[in-house]
């Protein structure tokens, strides 16, 4: 018995001391930041970004037609409003509404860079208009926001990128290597119009970026349990999106003369099937790269899961929401209170972890969903993204302007779980990264394609120093 407890003690120390080992060896990722001269920007820049929030460029869905006069009008009001650019960009309209500037470099053995936003705004839920503090589309400034649809996606990076490159220019800023600006029109409803055609363009053009910039990363304040400082998260790739639908076809009948599986009781098994067999948690990257720029910030025994993944991984990766997710989205079926329907249909959501596929999603659900079910992929799909380095130069200047500007921030690499129209830039582009300076509280975090979406005055001029200084660091 002795012998047992005294090997037992043995396990546990030899365990304890891995665990302290591994938690000794995570130190900080944080690179040193350097001093930077803030740039001012004179105040009408709040006003420019209201003036383009009035413009209702709404994207529905895949199929409506964009509101020609919103999209025209809008596109007016950027050349009114940024001359410079407008004079020594050159300017291509991609299948009509999308934006593509031209800046020349003047060193052509450099890769380019490609900065994008996207001009179109979801809707708004007319139930909610009383709850906004100011109209969605009035872009009203207090004293302190600038309130409407757009401010945080995705306007705000738009036009303030512009006001970066206007001032550039006012000071006869020429850059080294050739600039792209690619401003989609459609990325709310997937982007197969807008930036895709972009990206297919620039392909034509023999066009090899050493990097793509969108938005899709912001800094987190208070968000992240254990680390005080702001947490600017740059996010390398992005899941997939798929969506499926689940049918169901019965002879049907009467309620009073239920079969022993009804059309609808199957459906709903199905969709309980699939919650609860869902694809399971996996560390892989970029997720690795979240646990240890992440753990290396946190207090001791929170940084001891972080450095011990093989021991403590379910909780963080749970956390983290590192799996393919499963949602039901829509369901419909039955027409009368008293008639057992003959189809019955379900779409199920899946946001997809890179290493799984579409297809790989599809054989998932088919081996866990009766037979008797029809399954079928629907609507706008894509695969997870490929995964950009940060071992580049391209990422250690994006990491180091950051680091620049917000000096008490971690930098953090990742994976975003929405979608983004960087997907489609993997051809032209060594590395397509995700992140403008966006300030993200919980408090704000609902605001996003939500009720009373607005950004700060101080925010937003940082979003504006953070493009300017970021275009002037790629040398």
């Known amino acids: ?154 306007k705000g990076t738009l036009i303030g990128l512009l006001e970066a490159v206007e001032k550039l220019l006012e000071e006869s800023f020429v850059p080294s290597q050739t600039i792209y600006l690619a401003f989609g029109h459609d990325e709310e409803v997937g982007g197969g119009k807008g930036a895709a055609e972009i990206a297919k363009h620039l392909k034509a053009k023999g066009v090899n970026a050493a990097m793509a910039l969108d938005e899709g990363g912001f800094i987190a304040e208070n968000l992240v349990p254990g680390i005080e400082n702001p947490v600017a998260m740059v ?5 997939g999106f798929a969506s499926f639908r689940l049918i169901v076809e019965t002879k049907g009948g009467h309620s009073s003369q239920p079969p022993k599986e009804n059309t609808i009781g199957i459906l709903a098994k199905a969709i309980v099937d699939l919650e609860n067999n869902q694809l399971p948690y996996k560390l892989v990257k970029p997720i690795d790269y979240q646990l240890e720029y992440m753990g290396a910030e946190l207090p001791f025994f929170k940084k001891m899961a972080f450095a011990n993944p093989w021991l403590f991984k379910t909780p963080i990766l749970e956390a983290l929401n590192a799996h393919t997710t499963t949602a039901p989205t829509i369901v419909s079926g039955g027409v009368k209170n ?60 994006l990491e180091q302007t950051i680091r620049n500007q ?50 700060s005055k101080e925010n937003y001029k940082e979003i504006v120093q953070f493009s300017y200084q970021l275009i002037k660091n790629f040398k």
């Open 235 to 239: 996010n390398l790739a992005e899941k």
């Open 338 to 397: 008293n008639v057992i329907p003959t189809v019955a249909e379900a779409t199920i959501n899946f946001r997809i972890l890179p290493g799984e596929s579409i297809e790989s999603v599809q054989e998932h659900i088919e081996n866990t969903v009766s037979d008797k079910i029809k399954v079928e992929p629907v609507g706008f799909l894509t695969n997870p993204s490929k995964v950009s380095s940060i071992d580049s130069k391209a990422y250690k200047t």
């Open 1 to 154: 018995m002795k012998k047992v407890l005294l090997f037992t003690l043995i396990v546990i120390l030899i365990i304890a001391g891995i665990l302290v080992f591994n938690t000794l060896q995570l130190s900080s990722k944080q690179v040193a930041s350097q001093p930077v001269e803030e740039v001012t920007f004179p105040e009408d820049i709040f006003q420019n970004l209201s003036k383009g929030l009035q413009y209702k460029t709404i994207s529905f869905s895949e199929d409506a037609i964009q509101d020609s006069t919103a999209f025209f009008g809008f596109h007016k009001f950027l050349e009114e409003t940024f001359p410079l650019v407008h004079a020594n960009l050159s300017l291509e309209k991609i299948n009509t509404y999308s934006l593509l500037y031209t800046w020349k470099g003047s060193d052509a053995s450099k890769k380019s860079l490609i900065l994008m936003s996207h001009q179109d705004v979801v809707p708004v839920d007319q139930p909610t208009l009383e709850d906004w503090e100011a109209g969605p589309f009035e872009g009203k400034i207090t004293d302190t926001h600038i309130i409407g649809r757009g401010t945080l996606d995705d």
């Open 406 to 455: 917000f000096s008490t921030s971690v930098v953090v690499p990742g994976l975003v779980g929405g979608g983004t129209d960087g997907r489609y830039f993997y051809e032209v582009a060594d590395d397509v990264f995700r992140f403008y300076p966006i300030r993200l509280a919980p408090d704000s975090m609902t605001r996003f394609h939500g009720i009373d979406e607005k950004i």
